[in-house]
């Protein structure tokens, strides 16, 4: 069974902290993507990372994707009431599946 | 481009009860995924097709459930015979035929078995 554990599954922090999310499997990944998810919709693309090793940032949001493709970290820098919601990591392309595998997910409140 | 559609937002139904669910993906997308989600989880893949061929199938999809795309446009999934344990919120997702491309969800429909 090819599982995504997400850490932590709860955090509520004070705006203006700092945060880090981790994925973590036992399976390696072509991909790994990270969503965000809003109360009674559907998850948000926030990043695709692809390569052992690669970092990549969107504004206060840094994404990067284990050496061997097996783990990603979401890190936020000076969080905001803006970024709560709740955070997926999902992997793809693992041999023998189509599927996006899900991660447990975080769920994020920044408080004001 | 409008987004994944689905259809209903909500539906409440007594357990024994047939439902089913709709989903109109990006138009130009040829595939397209269903998932269920309960409150505060990851979505858990159910089914996934590649045009019309339903090439994928969650052993979590038992045989209450089944799912169609018959011209590679749209989507059902149904659930005959609900029980309380089906309700969740059911996502669809589309996306296009390239390697590693995100996909696109629908808002969801929540599904209440009483």
């Known amino acids: 069974t090819q599982l995504l554990e997400q850490s932590p599954q709860f955090l509520s922090i004070q705006e203006g902290e700092n945060l880090t999310v981790y994925c973590n499997s036992s399976s390696v990944f072509s991909s790994l993507q990270w969503y965000r998810q809003e109360p009674g919709e559907g998850p948000v693309l926030l990043v695709t990372v692809v390569t052992g090793g690669e970092v990549k940032k969107l504004k206060r949001l840094t994404f990067q994707f284990g050496d061997a493709r097996k783990d990603s970290s979401l890190h936020i820098t000076a969080a905001q009431p803006g970024d709560t919601g709740l955070y997926l990591c999902a992997g793809s392309g693992s041999s023998g599946t189509y599927k996006y595998i899900f991660g447990t997910g975080t769920r994020l409140k920044v408080l004001a | 481009d409008t987004g994944v559609s689905q259809d209903p937002r909500h539906k409440i139904t007594k357990r024994g009860q047939n439902v089913t669910f709709r989903c109109d993906p990006i138009s130009e997308h040829n595939r397209l995924y269903w998932y269920r989600q309960t409150l505060g989880q990851g979505p858990e893949f159910l089914t996934y097709?590649?045009?019309?061929?339903?090439?994928?199938k969650s052993r979590l999809l038992s045989d209450r459930f089944s799912a169609e795309r018959p011209k590679g446009s749209f989507s059902t999934l149904e659930i005959q015979r609900t029980e309380q344990g089906d309700s969740a919120m059911y996502l669809c997702a589309s996306r296009a035929g390239a390697t590693n491309e995100k996909l696109f969800f629908g808002s969801g429909t929540q599904l209440s078995v009483l």
């Open positions: 097709f590649q045009n019309e061929a339903q090439l994928e």
